[in-house]
């Protein structure tokens, strides 16, 4: 059964940093597109940043471009997301997510929600100014 457990979010103050982890059980992280997104009050869940299977290639949205820094540890079969400088716009939940397909999946499918199969149950992140 595949799992997937978000952890360290939490309340920091604007330019602050934090490090989000993504742990999967199930399931290699290194055989799968995985991503994350997140989801503030009142709007649509959105494309934050993705990592393709295997290799390094590394997407992020332009709105944390700079800042974010998604990553992956196959030993630990788990995946990051380094938030640097963050802003109170940054407030939302942020949920991990893994593609069903191993060794699938384009570039727009992997900035998409519905390209996922598998979600995490969020962490909260607030930012406040």
């Known amino acids: 059964q595949v799992q997937l457990v978000e952890s360290g979010g939490g309340l920091v103050q604007a330019g602050d940093s934090l490090t989000l982890s993504c742990a999967a059980s199930?399931?290699?992280?290194?055989?799968?597109?995985m991503g994350w997104f997140r989801q503030a009050p009142g709007k649509e869940r959105e494309f934050v940043a993705a990592?393709?299977?295997?290799?390094?290639?590394?997407y992020t949205a332009d709105s944390v471009k700079g800042r974010f820094t998604i990553s992956r540890d196959n030993a630990k079969n788990t995946m990051y997301l380094q938030m640097n400088s963050l802003k109170p716009e940054d407030t939302a939940v942020y949920y991990c997510?893994?593609?069903?397909?191993?060794?699938?999946?384009?570039?727009?499918?992997?900035?998409?929600?519905?390209?996922?199969?598998?979600w995490g149950q969020g962490t909260q992140v607030t930012v406040s100014s």
């Open positions: 199930g399931r290699t992280v290194s055989s799968y597109g």
């Open positions: 990592i393709k299977w295997i290799g390094s290639a590394t």
């Open positions: 997510a893994q593609r069903q397909t191993p060794y699938s999946g384009t570039v727009f499918e992997l900035r998409q929600p519905a390209g996922y199969h598998y």
